[in-house]
C-alpha cells in the first residue's frame, strides 16, 4: 500500500482514495462523508479553515478517466473519520494519527530552513564583521557593521510570521478553549467565529496565519483568558 501520509505544498496530507482503502470503503462513499463535512462547516462560516484543510485534486485511475479525489490535513482526516467508530475502523485511525505523528516528527528532525533575502545578509555582514574583527586599524567600520546586523535582525523578527507547527499549535489552543466553554455542538460555531474576530482585532490581522511568530505566546495566553460576550 502507498504511503499513509505524504507532502503536499508544504503540508503533510492523506486523501480521500488513501482512507477509502485502509477503512475498506468506496471511494465516492468517502468522497460524500467529506462533502458533507464540509457542508457543516460551510454552514458554520468556517469558509478559512475548508482552505486550509481541504484540497480538491485531479487523477488519472486505471483505466485512463480524469477523477477527483481530496487530500485531507491531520484536522481535516479527524473531522472526516469521526464518524467511523467500528473497532476495525478505530485500528485505522491510529494507523493515521500515529503515521502523522511520525512524518512531523521526520520532517522537523531534516529540516533545512531556507534564509530569506534579509537573513541572508545578516550572514554575510555577520562573516565580513568577523572578518574585521581584531584588526584595530578598522574596529569603526566593525562596529557599524554590527549595529546594522542587530538593525536587519530586529526588522527579519518583526516580520516573520507563523510557520504550519505554530498555526496548529495557535488552532489547538482555539478548539481547546471553545470546547472548555461550550457543552453545546451547535452554539460552538458561534464561538469559533467571534473567538477568531477578535484573535484578528486584537492583533490587526487579516487572518490568525499572519500572526507574527513574536506575538504567538501572548495570543495563546489570550485565547486561555478569553471569555465570550456570552456563553450558551
Known amino acids: 500500500m502507498n504511503q499513509l501520509v505524504f507532502v503536499t505544498n508544504n503540508q503533510l496530507v492523506t486523501d480521500s482514495l488513501m482512507v477509502a482503502g485502509?477503512?475498506?470503503?468506496?471511494?465516492?462513499?468517502?468522497?460524500?462523508?467529506?462533502?458533507n463535512q464540509i457542508s457543516k462547516l460551510i454552514e458554520a462560516d468556517e469558509i478559512?479553515?475548508?482552505?486550509?484543510?481541504?484540497?480538491?485534486?485531479?487523477?488519472?485511475?486505471s483505466r485512463g478517466r480524469n477523477q477527483e479525489k481530496i487530500n485531507l490535513t491531520e484536522e481535516?482526516?479527524?473531522?472526516?473519520?469521526?464518524?467511523y467508530v467500528t473497532p476495525e475502523a478505530m485500528k485505522m485511525k491510529?494507523?493515521?494519527?500515529?503515521?502523522?505523528?511520525r512524518m512531523r516528527e521526520h520532517i522537523e528532525n531534516n529540516k533545512v530552513v531556507p534564509l530569506s533575502k534579509d537573513q541572508a545578509l545578516?550572514?554575510?555582514?555577520?562573516?565580513?564583521?568577523?572578518l574585521v574583527e581584531g584588526h584595530e586599524?578598522?574596529?569603526?567600520?566593525?562596529?557599524?557593521?554590527?549595529?546594522?546586523?542587530?538593525?536587519?535582525?530586529?526588522?527579519?523578527e518583526e516580520q516573520i510570521t507563523l510557520?504550519?507547527?505554530?498555526?496548529?499549535r495557535l488552532q489547538k489552543g482555539i478548539a481547546t478553549k471553545v470546547y472548555e466553554l461550550c457543552d453545546d455542538p451547535q452554539n460552538r460555531p458561534q464561538l469559533f467565529r467571534e473567538l477568531h474576530r477578535e484573535i484578528k482585532d486584537r492583533f490587526g490581522v487579516a487572518s490568525y496565519k499572519d500572526l507574527k511568530?513574536?506575538?504567538?505566546?501572548?495570543?495563546?495566553?489570550y485565547i486561555e483568558n478569553w471569555i465570550p460576550r456570552k456563553v450558551s
Not at 479553515?49 to 480538491?56: D, H
Not at 491510529?94 to 505523528?101: C, D, G, L, S
Not at 511568530?213 to 495566553?221: H, N, P, S, V
Open 22 to 35: 485502509v477503512f475498506g470503503k468506496e471511494h465516492k462513499h468517502v468522497k460524500r462523508d467529506i462533502e
Open 48 to 61: 478559512e479553515f475548508i482552505k486550509s484543510n481541504f484540497g480538491r485534486i485531479n487523477y488519472q485511475d
Open 76 to 83: 481535516a482526516f479527524t473531522l472526516v473519520a469521526m464518524s
Open 94 to 101: 491510529v494507523r493515521f494519527i500515529n503515521e502523522f505523528k
Open 122 to 130: 545578516v550572514t554575510v555582514l555577520r562573516t565580513t564583521a568577523d
Open 137 to 156: 586599524s578598522i574596529v569603526k567600520e566593525q562596529n557599524e557593521l554590527r549595529k546594522l546586523i542587530t538593525d536587519v535582525n530586529y526588522k527579519v
Open 163 to 168: 510557520d504550519h507547527g505554530e498555526q496548529r
Open 213 to 221: 511568530r513574536k506575538e504567538l505566546q501572548t495570543a495563546l495566553r
